[in-house]
């Protein structure tokens, strides 16, 4: 077995919707307010890891689809970068979805998808592996088809014979549903102390919102 190295590198990737999905289900918060850098330093911090960088994905929707989030996610990603946090936006993608009423009358509507947001995230824990610019990965998003890349990057230590440990963090509270981290990673569950500690401070939303 490869030791494991006295300083750990470490890089977290962040699926941003996923994230706020899952924040606003374990606490209530009913806008993205998590700050990148705190959340990923905290977690570093509890894991004895050295922080290296962190790189987030999400989806942005169209200003004449959502000129609320377009203008919302416009702003954060800004700052974000400015921070020196690695961002990666793709539009968001809208198709019609009917369902079923109580009553069995149908009812349609618009829901926006990433298309490519979560290919690239897991292209991206598999390159950067590939490349030894991790010791450690940490994943925040609970999103299951991120498993096969978990296993590339258990395959890449194995076939290089390094230490390399993939964890998954996640907001956990007794409102969340989803309780479970990624498949075959190691699980870091966010509590809300943990979380306030590492809320973006700053409002993105449009003033006149």
């Known amino acids: 077995m490869p030791l494991q190295p006295s300083v750990l590198r470490t890089i977290s990737f962040i699926d941003g919707q996923n994230l706020f999905y899952a924040v606003k289900e374990a606490f209530g918060y009913p806008f993205p307010n ?4 705190l959340l990923s330093k905290a977690v570093c911090t509890q894991l004895n890891c050295t922080f ?18 377009n203008h919302f996610w ?12 690695r961002v990666y936006s793709r ?4 198709r019609n979805q009917t369902v079923r009423l109580s009553d069995g009358s149908p009812y349609t509507f618009l ?3 990433e298309k490519g947001v979560d290919v690239r995230l897991a292209l991206d824990i598999v390159r950067l592996a590939r490349e030894n610019l991790y010791d450690m990965c940490i994943i925040f998003s609970q999103d299951q088809d991120l498993t096969e890349a978990v296993d ?11 230490w390399i440990k993939v964890v998954c963090a996640f907001p956990y509270s007794p409102a969340s549903k989803n309780k479970r981290g990624i498949d075959k990673t190691d699980w870091v569950k966010i509590n809300r102390a943990k979380y306030d500690q590492c809320i973006d401070r700053r409002d993105y939303r449009p003033k006149t919102a």
Do not use: C, N
């Not at 539009?91 to 809208?94: A, E, S, V």
């Open 34 to 37: 998590y700050d990148p850098l």
């Open 52 to 69: 290296h960088d962190v790189y987030f994905y999400t989806g942005v929707p169209d200003p004449q689809d959502d000129p609320f989030w």
């Open 74 to 85: 416009a702003a954060k990603l800004a700052q974000m970068g400015r921070a020196g946090v």
């Open 91 to 94: 539009p968001l993608r809208y």
């Open 111 to 113: 829901v926006g998808q």
């Open 152 to 162: 590339e990057v258990k395959r890449i230590a194995s076939e290089t014979d390094r």
